[in-house]
């Protein structure tokens, strides 16, 4: 995470994950786990462009990471380690794609919740999972 000079707010690295596929990679400036909309910025200074605006009903995901690089064909499984954040889940989105991780806060009825990576060495922190595109969440043992 990056502070901005003289300023409270706190920039957040991510990939968002849209329902068609794509991934951008970017700045988020205040996310919200209650807003249907965020801004995403290509970079840092977020006083030097207007950024895109997204809105959460076309995305899976969003992906908080530690830098940019990470690894795509990397597939964690509910056995990859403890969970940190209370229970371990797999979630299973509309298009087929599985993600593991655990969570403290999953609620159907809200726009989504925050799953947090069973392994330390993952470029993720945390991934916010939009629930209205997902088709299944399971709770691991």
Do not use: C
């Not at 990939?15 to 807003?35: E, H, M, P, T």
């Not at 990859?80 to 087929?96: C, E, I, L, Q, Y």
């Amino acid at each position: 995470m990056t502070s901005l000079p003289g300023s409270t707010d706190t920039m957040n690295r991510a990939v968002v994950a849209f329902l068609d596929g794509r991934r951008l990679k970017g700045y988020l400036l205040n996310f919200s786990a209650l807003k249907e909309s965020f801004r995403l910025f290509s970079n840092d200074n977020v006083h030097q462009e207007p950024g895109s605006n997204i809105l959460m009903k076309d995305l899976k995901a969003i992906f908080f990471v530690k830098d940019f690089m990470g690894d795509p064909s990397r597939k964690d499984s509910p056995d990859s380690g403890p969970a940190t954040h209370g229970r371990k889940v797999v979630v299973t989105f509309k298009d087929g794609e599985l993600i593991s991780g655990s969570t403290e806060a999953y609620n159907p009825q809200k726009l989504g919740f925050f799953l947090f990576p069973l392994n330390g060495d993952t470029n993720n922190t945390r991934i916010f999972v939009v629930n209205r595109n997902v088709a299944k969440v399971q709770f691991a043992k």
